[in-house]
């Protein structure tokens, strides 16, 4: 499944890329405030900034900004990108989520759930209103972008998927998932399923008699598997 996802974003290098998993939320999908380090001048008992070599001296303190994820990078990004290049196409921006059924997707995904369901023109059909945090970092790093952009998503008051945003995810239905996935947010996608097939290796198994090919082996357990749990998954 990465691999065949692999295929189609690898030519584009600025895929942004998030693993879920048990402990994922909102925060660490989307963004919030975390402690940074950022340089600051330091002040002599006068009050005077301190200079050495006629430069001003900083030190490192710790402050507060809000810091974006895998979610909130790619939507920038996408809506940057809505420019048409010279041949008149937009270029994609890809989010690769791998092992989306490992995390609490209700959780994670919070009202962005709403911006999977696109229209015609594959924007979000509805839209929803941004956090001021959120607001705020959207509409700083929008403000210089060249794209024709709608002044309600540049001034980030409210979120919509533009159609060069492109959501691939990955999960292994065979895995015990950690966490339900409804069926609301299953609509939302288009299912590709990825069946085990013959690499064309021509393994042997060889055990002291005639190897056994390993193909043949996988076809007669699986068939054993299926026939005794009913469960094709396994």
Same mark, same amino acid.
Request: hydrophobic fraction near 35%.
């Given at each position: 499944?990465? %691999? $065949?996802?692999?295929?189609?974003? =690898?030519? %584009?290098?600025? *895929?942004?890329?998030? *693993?879920? %998993? #048990?402990?994922?939320?909102?925060?660490? &999908?989307? $963004?919030?405030?975390?402690? *940074?380090?950022? #340089?600051?001048?330091?002040? $002599? +008992?006068?009050?005077?900034?301190?200079?050495?070599?006629?430069?001003?001296?900083?030190?490192?303190?710790?402050?507060?900004?809000?810091?974006? !994820?895998?979610? *909130?990078?790619?939507?920038?990004?996408?809506?940057?990108?809505?420019?048409?290049?010279?041949?008149? /196409?937009?270029?994609?921006? &890809?989010?690769?989520?791998?092992?989306?059924?490992? $995390?609490?997707?209700? !959780?994670?995904?919070?009202?962005?759930?709403? +911006?999977?369901?696109?229209?015609?023109? %594959?924007?979000?059909?509805?839209?929803?209103?941004?956090?001021?945090?959120?607001?705020?970092?959207?509409?700083?790093?929008?403000?210089?972008?060249?794209?024709?952009?709608?002044?309600?998503?540049?001034? =980030?008051?409210?979120?919509?998927?533009?159609?060069?945003?492109?959501?691939?995810?990955?999960?292994?239905?065979?895995?015990?998932?950690?966490?339900?996935?409804?069926?609301? &947010?299953?609509?939302?996608?288009?299912?590709?399923?990825?069946?085990? /097939?013959?690499?064309?290796?021509?393994?042997?198994?060889?055990? =002291? =008699?005639? #190897?056994?090919?390993?193909?043949?082996?996988?076809?007669?357990?699986?068939?054993?598997?299926?026939?005794?749990? /009913?469960?094709?998954?396994?």
């Amino acid at each position: 499944k990465s %691999h $065949g996802i692999e295929g189609i974003v =690898g030519v %584009h290098d600025d *895929t942004v890329r998030t *693993t879920f %998993h #048990p402990d994922s939320d909102y925060a660490t &999908f989307v $963004g919030c405030y975390k402690p *940074t380090m950022v #340089p600051q001048v330091k002040y $002599g +008992l006068q009050g005077k900034p301190i200079e050495q070599g006629g430069k001003e001296v900083t030190e490192e303190v710790i402050a507060y900004s809000y810091v974006p !994820q895998a979610f *909130t990078k790619a939507y920038v990004r996408a809506w940057r990108k809505m420019t048409p290049g010279p041949d008149g /196409k937009i270029a994609p921006q &890809f989010l690769v989520i791998e092992e989306i059924n490992r $995390g609490n997707c209700a !959780q994670i995904f919070g009202d962005l759930f709403q +911006l999977l369901h696109r229209d015609g023109t %594959h924007y979000s059909k509805y839209a929803i209103e941004a956090d001021s945090d959120l607001a705020k970092y959207i509409a700083k790093e929008l403000s210089s972008a060249s794209a024709s952009i709608p002044d309600e998503i540049r001034s =980030g008051k409210i979120l919509k998927l533009p159609p060069n945003l492109y959501i691939w995810a990955t999960m292994n239905t065979s895995d015990q998932s950690l966490f339900p996935m409804d069926s609301a &947010f299953k609509r939302r996608w288009e299912w590709e399923y990825i069946p085990i /097939k013959d690499a064309g290796k021509n393994w042997k198994i060889v055990a =002291g =008699g005639t #190897p056994f090919p390993w193909w043949g082996f996988i076809e007669t357990v699986n068939k054993y598997i299926l026939d005794t749990l /009913k469960n094709e998954d396994k």
